[in-house]
């Protein structure tokens, strides 16, 4: 399919080989995904529904939408949210990956999405063959075209947090604009040096949803990755046309899937035993890339160290698998990354000590 990108992933292969051949096997810390078990009672609330012959619904169980809003008000401190302002969806990346198809975007029309950034913003764009505009600051963006505005906050790759004010200063615009926001928050609750918010906290918004939709994640968080669990907050005038949609393309979260994410956002004992893992390994690989000569630039939240050693990004990936280590070279995150890696803390304890031993 001409209209997509070489998958990125796929040019690592040759370094991941090298990596491996260290006598004390690879150390991977090039992609994001959990390493660590599902928690206990989410695995119990799977099990339970696991006799579920009938289909789902797409937007969930009444218990799911209220989890969904429970949590969206006391970890985000959005208010007045109701049934209509939440709707589950089958992981993050499918949903950005067909956003812009199912807002029925097309030729002629822009979405924008940060310089530094996931790879699947662009591919919705392509999907929907849309056309797709980067940015700094998307203030500073021509709005003619644009209909859709991802923000990213804590991003991915960098790490970086953008605070109240500049999350308020984009959204006015945005709204002057008539353009769409998508704000990405799947790392929110991975704030280490800053404290992510929400577009959906009212001193952001003013009180109003409108414009504005906010995407979640149980991957990270919780480790469920493998569970295919996300779920969309905000303008219910967004979030109602997508459901009827979803409907017809039959994009359900399996039953037993729903029943564990009610039992994860129930739940905040996992995510700070989780935190502390992440926040540990954190430090000892940040320590020991910086003895060994990286500088760090961001990465005040997420799972990821943004690093540099003022060289070509494959330079020191091949640096860095000859010790046996694997990392996501920046450029796979846009062209502004090409100096820079991606340092995952999606290791167990012993392979992050590996890494900190070897370096």
Not at 71 to 76: A, G, Q, T
Not at 210 to 225: C, Y
Not at 302 to 314: D, I, K
Not at 347 to 358: P, S
């Amino acid at each position: 399919m001409d209209r997509l990108p070489e998958f990125p992933w796929d040019k690592l292969q040759p370094y991941k080989k090298t990596a491996e051949a260290h006598p004390d096997g690879i150390v991977d810390l090039s992609v994001g995904t959990p390493v660590d078990p599902v928690p206990e009672l989410v695995q119990k609330a799977l099990i339970d529904a696991a006799n579920s012959p009938g289909y789902p619904t797409v937007w969930g169980t009444p218990e799911l939408r209220d989890a969904l809003v429970g949590w969206c008000e006391r970890r985000l401190g959005a208010r007045d949210l109701g049934h209509g302002n939440v709707l589950p969806v089958v992981g993050s990346k499918e949903l950005v990956a067909w956003l812009p198809t199912q807002l029925g975007l097309g030729p002629g029309d822009k979405v924008a999405y940060p310089r530094l950034a996931y790879p699947t913003y662009e591919v919705g764009a392509r999907l929907a063959l849309a056309d797709h505009v980067t940015y700094d600051d998307p203030t500073e963006l021509d709005p003619e075209g644009i209909r859709l505005l991802w923000l990213n906050s804590p991003s991915n790759p960098t790490g970086k947090v953008l605070g109240k004010a500049e999350l308020t200063r984009v959204v006015a615009w945005a709204r002057d604009h008539g353009i769409l926001v998508f704000s990405d928050e799947c790392y929110l609750e991975l704030g280490w040096e800053a404290d992510p918010v929400s577009v959906l906290h009212p001193d952001v918004n003013g009180g109003s949803y409108e414009g504005l939709v906010s995407v979640h994640s149980l991957s990270k968080r919780s480790n469920l990755a493998g569970y295919r669990a996300a779920f969309l907050a905000g303008d219910e005038t967004v979030l109602a046309p997508l459901l009827q949609l979803r409907k017809h393309g039959g994009m359900m979260t399996s039953a037993p899937t729903q029943a564990a994410v009610v039992a994860a956002l129930g739940d905040e004992r996992h995510v700070q035993e989780q935190r502390a893992r992440y926040a540990a390994r954190r430090e000892l690989l940040r320590e020991a890339l910086l003895r060994h000569g990286f500088r760090i630039e961001h990465s005040e939240a997420s799972l990821y160290l943004w690093a540099t050693r003022g060289e070509s990004c494959w330079d020191t990936v091949s640096h860095l698998a000859d010790l046996g280590i694997l990392v996501a070279p920046g450029d796979f995150y846009g062209e502004a990354g090409a100096r820079f890696v991606r340092v995952a803390l999606t290791a167990t304890d012993e392979r992050v000590r590996a890494a900190a031993h070897r370096l």
